[in-house]
Every structure is written in C-alpha cells, then in structure tokens.
C-alpha cells in the first residue's frame, strides 16, 4: 500500500510566523534598550535548543514507533484485500462453468457479486483506515512540539532571569537579529540545563543530525 504524504513542519512554521511579531517587538523596545545602560540583551538559537534537546529525539522516536505499528495494520488489511481478490477471481471462474445446473450457476453468480461488495467495501475501510491514521499521527506531532516548545521558552526564560537579562532574541530569525556576539548567546547553557534531566540511556541528537520537524509522513 503506498502512504500519503502528511508530515508537517509545526515548529518551523511557529517560528517562521512569529518573525514579523519579533521584528516589531524588536523596534518598540530598541527606544527603551538604547536609553538604559542596565539593559542587558541576549541571544539564542531556538532552531538549536529544539534539534538538541534530548525530549526531541524521544517524541520522534516515539512517533516512529507508532508509525511502524500502523503500517502493519494496514499491511495486514492490505493481505486480507489481497486474498479476497484471488478468491473473487476463482469464483468468477466457477460461476462460469458450463457444466453446472443453472440453478447452480446462478448462486455462484450471486455469491460472486457479495465478494465484490465485499472487496469495495475493504478496499473503502483501508482509506478510511490510512487517512485516520495520518490525523492522529499530525495531531500527536503538533502537541509533541507544542509542548517542547513550550519548555524551551521557560527554559529561556529562567536562565534570562538568572543572568540579569532583559530581553532574550532568537537568533536564528535574520531578518530579526543583525549582528550578535558570542559572549551575548546563552543557548549553550540552556542547553544544558534543558538536558540536565535526560535519561542515562537517552543520547542527545546532534543539532545537525536530527531533522527541525517532527515528521508524520508515512
């Protein structure tokens, strides 16, 4: 069976629309940033804390795991479709037969005619089958990022309080961040901090090697 194409890019859309927000929020507190020497400005690469925070890898894995479930459900509806098929075939052949009673033919012709319902009907409950099962897949993808996302931003915000920040820019939004030195990027300590509670079993993604989205194509 060949699967639908459903994936989705939650968090990169999120971050992609909240440029414009950034921008202006940028503009309304540079006023206000240029006229307190107090005012201390951090950055942070948020692309960076989504792709190496350890909770990351474990919702994709935790996706592909329901993923690898649902395709052998629908292989096995797939077998099923496929053995009905065959019997369908062998039973136009005997309702053929010339050398059974009318009577007799025409019950074979009428049993035919069920399984050919019956396959339509399968092959109906499949789609409807895959089509469920790519929603429920999205969905989970969605509240997975949400909530990672959602964590990431109060990790942030506790370290920017800690360090006497009072405004914290992502940094990998160019058209939101010009210029930012390294002694101004708390990502990496975030980082840490983010990672501090993962599982000992647990690998941190690389931030290169883990995709940004949480994938539900199937």
């Known amino acids: 069976m060949c699967w639908r194409s459903g994936g989705i890019l939650v968090f990169y859309s999120a971050m992609k629309n909240l440029r414009y927000t950034l921008l202006t929020v940028v503009l ?19 692309k960076k804390l989504f792709n190496g925070y350890y909770k990351t890898k474990l919702a994709q894995a935790s996706l592909e795991s329901r993923k690898t479930e649902l395709r052998k459900e629908i292989k096995d509806m797939a077998d099923g479709l496929d053995k009905a098929q065959a019997d369908y075939k062998q039973m136009v052949d005997q ?12 019950k074979r012709k009428q049993a035919t005619a069920d399984k050919a319902k019956e396959i339509s009907n399968s092959r109906a409950a499949i ?17 997975m990022s949400t909530d990672i996302v959602g964590e990431i931003q109060k990790a942030v915000a506790d370290k ?5 920040f009072s405004l914290v820019m992502n940094n990998a939004s160019t058209e939101v961040v010009i210029f930012a030195g390294a002694d101004t990027d708390i990502t990496p300590s975030v980082l840490a901090q983010l990672n501090a509670g993962a599982p000992i079993d647990v690998t941190t993604p690389a931030t290169t090697g883990v995709p940004l989205n949480i994938s539900t194509n199937l």
């Open 127 to 143: 789609d409807q089958f895959q089509r469920q099962a790519e929603a429920q897949l999205a969905d989970q993808s969605q509240r």
């Open 95 to 106: 309702a053929s037969d010339p050398s059974i009673s009318a009577d007799e033919r025409d």
């Open 28 to 46: 309304l507190v540079a006023t206000a940033v240029s006229a307190s020497a107090q005012t201390k400005v951090a950055t942070v690469d948020m």
């Open 160 to 164: 920017a309080r800690a360090g006497g």
